[in-house]
């Protein structure tokens, strides 16, 4: 699959588990984002990440933990999340500092926490 | 503080009528503004971007700066227009977008 690709697309865990969200991009691009899409709530950044330095945390509790070992990969680590943490969890990619880049979106991992 | 605002959660119209889908913003800067679809079972994408000042699939978007404002029109819906649309502001030199709650337009036969 070319883009931008999210593994796994569902996924259900509980309180006390710890997993991976795992985003890979082949657009070589620069720069990748970490997005909640919950029912209630516009699409919300979490994080960012350009040229592998984390450059943005909106405020994110820390029971998520975000990794970007090379430009091409990002992992979303989740740790003793909350029943309100369950949401549709997006990845996207983009040129870095381009005027008016194109953000690419994966196609989500809709996350249920028990 | 930087908004995007969408007023309508839910629009409804027959087949070949007008569309019309407001995005409001606020931002002290230079704007960039972009709309985004997400067809059923589709990934988001880009529809288009304020800069371009194209026509996409027959829909066109114009930044005004006094309402500060960015509607999205098309002047016959087709049915395969029904998607959620998103009008996304573009702030800071970083490229971070700040979304709107998203418009579920729903074109009827």
């Known amino acids: 699959e070319t883009g931008v690709t999210q593994t796994p697309r569902h996924l259900v865990m509980g309180m006390t588990n710890k997993k991976s969200l795992k985003c890979e991009q082949h657009l070589g691009h620069n720069a990748m984002y970490w997005y909640k899409q919950s029912a209630k709530k516009p699409l919300e950044l979490m994080f960012v990440y350009s040229l592998e330095e984390r450059v943005e945390n909106n405020s994110v509790p820390s029971r998520f933990s975000p990794e970007c070992p090379n430009s091409s990969h990002l992992f979303l680590h989740l740790h003793t999340l909350q029943p309100e943490d369950s949401a549709l969890y997006l990845c996207a990619s983009s040129v870095r500092d381009a005027a008016y880049n194109e953000q690419f979106f994966g196609p989500g991992t809709r996350l249920t926490v028990l | ?109």
């Not at chain 2, 027959?14 to 019309?20: C, L, N, T």
């Open chain 2, 1 to 109: 503080a930087q908004r995007v605002t969408q007023p309508e959660k839910l629009l409804s119209v027959f087949k070949g009528a007008p569309v019309e889908l407001k995005c409001n913003y606020s931002y002290s800067g230079s704007p960039e503004l972009f709309w985004y679809v997400q067809y059923s079972r589709q990934r988001l994408q880009l529809l288009l971007r304020h800069i371009s000042r194209e026509s996409i699939k027959g829909f066109t978007a114009d930044l005004n700066k006094g309402e500060t404002s960015f509607h999205l029109k098309k002047p016959f819906a087709q049915e395969e227009d029904s998607a959620m649309y998103y009008c996304a502001l573009r702030i800071g030199s970083q490229g971070n977008l700040i979304f709107g709650k998203g418009t579920k337009l729903s074109v009827k036969p």
